[in-house]
C-alpha cells in the first residue's frame, strides 16, 4: 500500500515522515538527498526514491542552509561507558568542552557494533559539528565509509583506531609502552611474560600491545606466550593450566587492560603462588590502591581526551586542513609491588 502524500495534519511532509515511512534514519534520508550513498543498498534508495514521489517531499533549502551553520555541539560515541576508563576519556573532553564553550552530547555503545552505528546516525541528526568515537571494533568498513563522503563531518578515533588512515585518531603509544614494561620485567628477573587479553581481532589496541609482546618473545630475551580467553570460566581453566605449566619459573602475567586485570584477580589463587608477577594497562590510582599495588602502563585518559576534543575543535572550529594523522599519547611506567 503506498504511503499518504500529506499527514494527517494537512501539512506539508517533511525529512521526519520520509524517514518514518522507509524506515531508516533521517540522516539516511539526507545523505540520499545529497548523492552520497555509501553502503546503501539499491532497494533503500529505490524506497527512498517512491515515498519521496509518493509524499510530495521537497526538501527546504533554507533549512538545510541553516543546518550548514556551527551548532557548538560535538557528539562522543563511548564503546563501554561503565569502564573507569572510558569515564576518565570523557573527562579529558569535558574540560576541552568547557574552555571552548561546546556543548557535548554523549552516547554508549555498551560495546555492541550495531549501537554504535546508531548513536553515529543519531549525533549527525543532533547536527553536531564533529565526532569523536571511541569505537567497539568491527566497524572500520561502516566508519571508512563514512569518513570518505564528501559531506561527512569531521571525525576523531579515539584509543582504537583504523588503517589506512581516513580521518584523525588518538591513542596510546602502545609498542613504547610495551617496551617499557618489558624491560622493567627483564630488569626483575623475570623469566617468562604471558600477556593476558581477550580477542583481538578488530580492536586496534590490543592488536597493537599483542604484537609488540610477540615481538620481545620471538627476540629470545623472555620465554612465554599469549593467552587469549573469552570467558572467566575460561580464563579460571587457562591459568590453572599455566601455572601449573611453569612451576618453577619467575613469571609475570600481563594484562592487557583493567577488565582482564580484575578477571586474573577474580581467578588467581590468593594469596599468588611464590614467583609469580602482575602487571597490566591500568589507571595508576585503581593499580596502586589494588591490594599490594600492581606495576602499570597509565594511559594518561584524561590527556588522551583532551588532545582528541583539541584536534577535533582545530578541524571544526579553527580551519585546521592540515593532512590526517594519529597523536601517540605516551604511558606511564607505574612500578609498585607486584613486579618487585
Request: charged share 20%; aromatic share 6%; proline share 4%.
Amino acid at each position: 500500500m503506498g504511503v499518504m502524500s500529506r499527514t494527517k495534519t494537512n501539512r506539508q511532509p517533511s525529512m521526519g515522515d520520509v524517514a518514518a515511512a522507509v524506515g531508516v534514519s533521517k540522516t539516511t534520508i539526507s545523505r540520499y538527498l545529497h548523492g552520497n550513498f555509501g553502503y546503501m543498498s539499491d532497494e533503500t534508495k529505490a524506497r527512498i526514491a517512491q515515498v519521496i514521489d509518493e509524499l510530495g517531499y521537497r526538501p527546504n533549502r533554507m533549512a538545510q542552509g541553516l543546518k550548514a551553520t556551527v551548532s557548538h555541539m560535538i557528539g562522543v560515541t563511548i564503546a563501554d561507558i561503565g569502564n573507569p576508563f572510558s569515564s576518565l576519556l570523557l573527562k579529558g573532553i569535558q574540560q576541552v568542552c568547557r574552555e571552548r564553550d561546546v556543548q557535548l552530547l554523549v552516547s554508549d555503545s555498551n560495546n555492541q557494533g550495531a549501537l554504535e552505528r546508531a548513536n553515529i546516525e543519531s549525533l549527525l541528526d543532533a547536527q553536531v559539528d564533529g565526532l569523536i568515537v571511541n569505537t567497539v571494533g568491527g566497524n572500520d568498513d561502516w566508519l571508512s565509509s563514512y569518513c570518505l563522503e564528501e559531506t561527512h563531518k569531521p571525525v576523531v578515533l579515539l584509543d582504537r583506531i583504523i588503517r589506512p588512515t581516513v580521518c584523525d585518531g588518538v591513542q596510546t603509544a602502545n609498542v613504547q609502552a610495551v617496551s617499557e614494561m618489558m624491560a622493567h620485567l627483564e630488569s626483575q628477573g623475570f623469566d617468562a611474560v604471558v600477556f593476558v587479553t581477550r580477542p583481538t581481532e578488530g580492536v586496534s589496541t590490543r592488536t597493537a600491545r599483542r604484537e609488540a609482546v610477540e615481538s620481545f618473545l620471538g627476540a629470545g630475551r623472555f620465554h612465554g606466550e599469549i593467552s587469549v580467553y573469552e570467558t572467566v570460566d575460561g580464563l579460571r581453566e587457562m591459568m590453572a593450566a599455566l601455572l601449573a605449566r611453569y612451576r618453577g619459573d619467575r613469571v609475570c602475567l600481563f594484562a592487557n587492560n583493567e577488565e582482564t586485570m580484575r578477571d586474573l584477580l577474580g581467578t588467581l589463587p590468593q594469596p599468588l603462588p611464590e614467583g609469580i608477577g602482575l602487571c597490566a594497562f591500568a589507571e595508576e590510582l585503581w593499580a596502586r590502591y589494588c591490594g599490594f599495588g600492581i606495576t602499570c602502563l597509565d594511559q594518561r585518559p584524561i590527556e588522551m581526551g583532551r588532545v582528541a576534543a583539541e584536534t577535533l575543535m582545530a578541524r571544526v572550529y579553527d580551519g585546521s586542513d592540515s593532512p590526517y594523522a594519529v597523536v601517540d599519547v605516551p604511558a606511564r611506567l607505574c612500578i609498585f609491588d607486584s613486579t618487585r
